[in-house]
């Protein structure tokens, strides 16, 4: 610990601590002055390691102003990095002030820390892109030597990461010296992401740190006291097994995939919950006063489980988790480890986690992952250009701040590696857009929010705009909710208004871990009171997480080899036997689809393993085409693993339906036809500043937004197709929320490795999606009794030999 000043040597002696390898070489590499990427596993201080140059740079040579920047992908951890730090500090007695700031943090303070800085700032990408768009900035920043973004891997690759990227080399000009350093424990491209960071995309200034491995994490199945089931994806069944291992426990997280499912979870355990144990339930819909005392709960030991969701993926650390259950499949490598880091947050102890699948594909699914994770390997992140839409409002925010020269600004832009091949052309469109709207809609002053100056620097056209642009900025569009609360207006958290418009008083759902009732419903609230009455779940739109490709691919491997077959429970290994009898199991490189008819209908299953998204989309072209060729489609159903057609006539030639020109005819038709585009256009049209959400002292609600976006889109569309934000929601569409990519290699290939296996009934293999037909629509829990009868009826029928 020669290399530490004597308040820091003394502060980990005392503790009996020798600061890890990669901690100190963190230091060297600060003090050579480069940019760094550490890799390091859960538990292995990389906050610390983060933070370590910071606090030994203000112990040699204290001074005031605002020193390091920390970046984070979620407010709660924030928060969390802010209790974790203080306490060295003060234990220390060093005179370093630390705040957050975030769309949560008071006005007042929020003005104070621009006059008079903390040394460190923990922030999120959108707080600080909004004190860019201040006069003052410039000097804020001057002083700033280092800027810290952990888990870098949750948003690098995204339209946040666009953000924060063009924010970097902001900083970078405000403040040339600066260093950047980013954190991350699950990267599986580091030489991507060092790229991403550094300077010009300039991979050579950052330096790769890597953490030393750490205790071999404990992970198992849990599999149901009877047969793993046909169907579902949510591990229901197993609630009092998990209560089991609640019990034995000091505190466990129980990890779930969808808000919906983590109420839904959540109700199952407190119906096992003999011991009336204290459990609580954490995701984004609820409101925030609800997470946070939940969190400090967490905190100070109070629970002994809580079922979260994605929001508590990254980072918290509470030291008393001792368990991690992720129910149903976890979709990727990279997440699974993300999660189960959550339990025992120390190198050196190995973090207990059990998966609980939903039905025998996943089961499939987990076995992938575990073999996934020992084999160390991870999902790859895809790296793109970066957006327009986001590029719009960081323009708008730097004219807020000061006017600029438009070669200046494209320098500084291309400075961030998602727009270092931005063309100056389409950067003009981006300006002209900000400047009038558009062509068609140029007419309109609300739309004119720039001008080009006598000196050619832009400028804001009136103040106006800048008090709009803080308002609204941000790259979070949720879908339009509708606030949950008593009638003493006590409020719970949001929920969506699709689901909302399904309700009527008198109606229940289940919210917040509770049953409530709907009193009224207003324009802006569903007014509720708790009830003892069944409840259904709420609903919520968007992506689901998608299956990430390496577990397609071993989940495939699987398939194709039946030496694998005995580490399968009894039930699973039989039903790939009685598969491999009666029809075939795909090989590796094969496209299997099966061709039935069942119940007076034709059906067509086909295994491509590409996730639910990529198969929703492609269940809509295929049964558009399925219609011009006079088939007769009746619908389709997915999951993560097939896509099932069904229709009125045989489908004799599946290759017919699979050819690539469909993602140039059908896909065009479809997705221009859909609401897609116009949910894409609503984003692109809120991030690009085309429509405010907020005016000030009133927010408008989701209905007035989007009926906005849908007027203006239905224009443009009409008079201006080839404007910008059209643009920006076509890309959206394509490569977010249809998951083209993965059609496109599927489509091209598919002719080509395609198995066509005609049957007289239905399959094992098809049994888990079809099962899936009417699921969709049934929104009340107590249906999955009737739905387990179907699919064992379905299954017998399948697994029959004669």
Partial sequence: MRNLPAPLSDWFAARGWTPRRHQLEMLEQARAGRHALLVAATGAGKTLAGFLPTLVDLIDT??????????????????????????????????????????????????RQRAKPPHILLTTPESLSLLLSYPDSDTL????????????????????????????????????????????????????????????GDIDTVALVQGEAGAEPDIRILLPQERIPWSGHSGRYAAEQVMREIRAHRTTIVFCNTRSLAELIFQDLWKANDDQLPIGVHHGSLDREARRKVEQAMADGRLRALVATASLDLG???????????????????RLLQRI??????????????????????????QAALDAVDAGELDRDVFRPGTLDVLAQHLMG??????????????????????????????????????????????????????????????????????????????IVDAPTLDVRFKNGRRLGTVEEYFASTLSPGDTFFFS???????????????????????RIPKYGGTRMALSTNLADRVRGFLADAGEWHRFPDDVREWLEIQARRSVLPRAGELLVETFPHDGRHYMVAYSFEGWNAH??????ITRRMEALGLMPI??????????????????DPGALFSPDILEHEFVDWVQGSALLKRAFREVAVIGGLVERQHPGKRKTGKQVTFSTDLIYDVLRKYEPGHLLLQAAWEDARARMTDVGRLAVLLETAQSRMRHVTLQRVSPLAVPVLVLIGRERVTQASADDALLVEAEALAAQAMALD
């Fill in 62 to 111: 204290p001074r005031d102003g605002l020193h390091t920047l920390y970046i984070s992908p979620l407010k709660a951890l924030a928060v969390d990095v802010q209790r974790n730090l203080l306490t060295p500090i003060a234990d220390m007695g060093l005179p370093i002030r630390v705040e957050t700031r975030t769309g949560d943090t008071p006005s007042d303070r929020k003005a």
């Fill in 141 to 200: 920043f001057a002083s700033l030597s280092s800027i810290v973004i952990d888990e870098v891997h949750a948003f690098a690759t995204d339209k946040r990461g666009d953000l924060l990227s063009l924010c970097l080399t902001r900083l970078q000009k405000f403040a040339p010296a600066l260093r950047r350093v980013a954190l991350s424990a699950t990267v599986a491209d580091p030489d991507g992401y060092r790229a991403w960071l550094g300077p010009d």
């Fill in 316 to 334: 918290v650390d509470w030291g008393n988790v001792d368990c991690v259950i992720q129910m149903g499949a976890p979709k990727g490598s990279s």
């Fill in 341 to 366: 880091g959550r339990a025992n947050h120390r190198l050196d102890e190995s973090s207990k986690a059990l998966l609980v699948p939903g039905n025998r594909f996943e089961f499939l699914e987990a």
């Fill in 398 to 475: 730097c004219a807020c701040a000061e006017p600029f020269d438009t070669a200046e600004m494209l320098d500084e832009v291309r400075g961030a590696l998602p727009y270092s091949a931005l063309d100056s052309d389409t950067f003009d469109r981006v300006l002209h857009y900000i400047a009038e709207g558009g062509y068609a809609l140029k007419a309109y002053d609300k739309f004119k929010r720039l001008r080009l100056g006598s000196d050619g620097r832009w400028t804001v056209t009136k103040p106006g705009f800048i008090a709009q642009h803080r308002l609204n900025a941000g790259i």
């Fill in 513 to 535: 871990g509770l049953s409530l009732e709907v009193e009224k419903i207003e324009l802006t609230d569903l007014v509720v009171r708790a009830t003892s009455k069944p409840a």
């Fill in 616 to 621: 929703q989309s492609l269940g809509m072209l």
């Fill in 635 to 652: 619908g389709f159903v997915s999951n993560d693993y097939a896509l099932a057609c069904y229709a009125l006539e045989p489908i004799t």
